[in-house]
């Protein structure tokens, strides 16, 4: 079998448990955050262009909207930056922070530039879900990471679907700064969660010189799958990988693992890890503790990006963007198309409503054109009960 990290082996030996699913409500949370925040868009910006407080033009609500994908790009750009820099869990902290902090700000800006503004810092933390997508696999094992992975985008279909139930419930009787109040609610209870759970990204700590505390969050992943070290007395084949186990760490470690047996236990031996000892947990953390690791420099974003386009790379990396960019553009033309199909129907029965209502009263015609023109303006941008319940099933549709 070809040779594993010490963290491969400790991940693979401590199989899937509790420990990876409150990691995955952790990180899948930032999805279903994400989620929350970008449905809404063509819900703002149908909302605000009517309010002469932030936007005085249909174009004005319509940059609202752009400045939240101009901080995607920038946050996009910048992630991998941030977490090789300061650790994939710094990452996924910054950009909750983005999200909650400039989403409950929107709901209090007070004009356009600071509206856009607070937008664009929330399309900055929307961008960083990649560094929560690549912490979660981190701590997979390979059997699992497949299955786990869908499990963490399930989380956007249903943050999508709780956006337009609130939506439903807040717009039809209070204003749109309630709703992005309440719509940044998720990020930041994420981001207390996360400052309290979230671990640090073993390999960050390898790479940046800090093996023991690497070890540290290996030990805690066996102790809370409640693995115990006979498990891998007989499933693990030969290899000299592992014959210098620690005596003190070993103790450590054995003191930890005392718990009743894991079933997932066996997933080290069918992934091909080699490891002799009968204490494989031990002796996988004993080398990672031992073996030399250099504190390697920031590698920068224009090397990074030419080696994830070097001939080894160049067709996958080539293939994932032109999935990326196809689904984005799908489903943002269909997001965006879905209310504004109901806002344009909303807005021609109101249109028929007050054209019902002058032939009415033709002896008032100067009063209801004045009435029709606000009913136009401030009445026929809304959506009706029906019209929510078309965007909620359309959201929901993607969940299957």
């Known amino acids: 079998a070809a040779a594993s990290s010490p963290i491969d082996v400790v991940v693979e030996a401590a199989g899937f448990g509790p420990y990876q699913r409150r990691l995955l409500l952790l990180t899948g949370g930032t999805m279903f955050a994400d989620a929350m925040e970008l449905m809404l868009l063509p819900l703002l910006q149908m909302e605000i262009k009517h309010d002469r407080s932030v936007c005085s033009s249909p174009e004005m609500a319509a940059a609202v909207s752009s400045a939240v994908f101009a901080g995607m790009l920038i946050g996009a750009l910048s992630s991998g930056v941030i977490c090789d820099r300061w650790g994939r869990r710094a990452g996924v902290l910054f950009f909750m922070a983005c999200v909650s902090v400039c989403g409950a700000w929107s709901a209090t800006a007070s004009s356009f530039h600071e509206l856009a ?33 869908v499990w963490f985008m399930l ?23 309630l709703l992005l109040l309440l719509a940044s609610a998720p990020a930041a209870l994420l981001l207390l969660l996360g400052l309290l759970y979230l671990p640090e990204s073993p390999r960050y700590l390898l790479v940046k010189g800090r093996p023991h505390d690497a070890a540290d969050i290996l030990r805690s992943l066996v102790r809370t799958n409640n693995v115990r070290k006979s498990n891998f ?15 003190a760490l070993r103790s450590s470690l054995s003191n930890d693992i005392s718990s009743p047996l894991n079933p997932a236990t066996s997933a080290a031996a069918a992934a091909g890890l080699t490891l002799s000892s009968p204490h494989v947990v031990e002796d996988a953390l004993a080398e990672l503790v031992d073996k030399h690791h250099e504190d390697e420099s920031f590698v920068g974003v224009l090397p990074a990006v030419a080696a994830m386009f070097s001939p080894p790379l160049r067709t996958t990396s080539y293939l994932l963007c032109t999935e990326f960019l196809l689904m984005a553009f799908v489903y943002y033309c269909l997001v965006v198309m879905t209310v504004s199909a109901e806002s344009l129907r909303a807005a021609a029965e109101s249109t028929r409503a007050a ?15 004045q009435s029709g023109r606000h009913l136009l303006e401030h009445t026929g941008a809304h959506l009706d009960s029906d019209a929510f319940f078309r965007i909620v099933l359309a959201n929901a549709a993607e969940v299957p």
Do not use: M
């Open 117 to 149: 503004l607070a937008r664009f810092g929330v399309g900055l933390g929307v961008a960083g879900t990649p560094a929560a997508l690549a912490l979660l696999a981190e701590f997979l094992p390979r059997q699992q990471r497949g299955a786990q992975l």
């Open 355 to 369: 054209s019902s209502s002058s032939q009415q009263l033709q002896n008032q015609q100067h009063h209801q054109h």
């Open 233 to 247: 007395s007989s499933s693990v084949s030969s290899s000299p990988s592992a014959s210098f186990a620690a005596p």
């Open 155 to 177: 989380f956007f279909s249903v943050g999508a679907v709780c956006a337009c139930l609130l939506a439903w419930i807040v717009l039809l009787h209070h204003s749109w700064r």
